[in-house]
């Protein structure tokens, strides 16, 4: 199983940080890599797929990059309304295996 | 718009059975892989099964030989069936549809607001 390794697990930050979230693989995973958004008792929201394509209807600020076994998204200027969870999912091979998630908190 | 559905969770005792469905819409249904995932109670996100779509099947070592998945490409309805369920596989789950790579670039996952199971005597 591709080992998912996400840092870091959490992350505190100011409005308009610049901040980095990184997950990396145990093995080549070409950019089969999606990033998720989720808040409090909702359902997941995507923000990124195949590493670096932005969702429709998701901020710019937002942005990710990266292929192989190196993973970044990048938030350019945090809002209030960024403050969650984040995580990665790789879509290369079964089973799917997550990152372990990075709390955002407010500093 | 694609989107996908959840249906079917609900309170039921150990040892018991549910059957969750996932209706689909907006989209082509049978060129596409699907997945049940789940989250327990203040846990993160585990992978639970996959169906490809040419019929190719995947289970996490933790539902293994308990849960079935399966599809239906003429109704666009993705199922798992749940046997023999613990309090282990209490958790929220969503049906999501994979990405679709192409020569050209992606078309982006889709996932559902998923469907509470709880497993409680």
């Known amino acids: 199983a591709i080992q998912m390794t996400q840092s870091p697990s959490s992350l505190s930050a100011s409005v308009g940080d610049r901040v980095a979230i990184t997950c990396r693989a145990s093995q080549d995973m070409r950019n089969h890599l999606a990033w998720y958004q989720q808040k409090p008792g909702k359902a997941p929201s995507l923000l990124i797929h195949a590493a670096s394509s932005l969702q429709s209807g998701v901020p710019s600020r937002f942005s990710g990059s990266g292929s192989g076994t190196d993973f970044t998204l990048t938030i350019s200027s945090l809002q209030p309304e960024d403050f969650a969870t984040y995580f990665c999912?790789?879509?290369?091979?079964?089973?799917?295996?997550f990152g372990q998630g990075t709390k955002l908190e407010i500093k | 718009e694609a989107q996908v559905v959840e249906s079917g969770g609900g309170l039921v005792k150990p040892g018991g059975s549910l059957r969750l469905s996932c209706a689909a819409s907006g989209f082509t249904f049978r060129n596409y892989d699907l997945k049940w995932v789940r989250q327990a109670p203040g846990k993160g996100l585990e992978w639970v099964s996959s169906i490809t779509s040419s019929g190719s099947i995947y289970y996490a070592d933790s539902v293994k030989g308990r849960f079935t998945i399966s599809r239906d490409n003429a109704k666009t309805s993705l199922y798992l069936q749940m046997n023999s369920l613990r309090a282990e596989d209490t958790a929220v789950y969503y049906c999501a549809r994979e990405t679709y790579y192409h020569d050209s670039g992606s078309f982006p996952p889709v996932w559902g607001q998923g469907t509470q199971v709880t497993v409680s005597s």
């Open positions: 999912l790789q879509d290369y091979d079964y089973p799917r295996t």
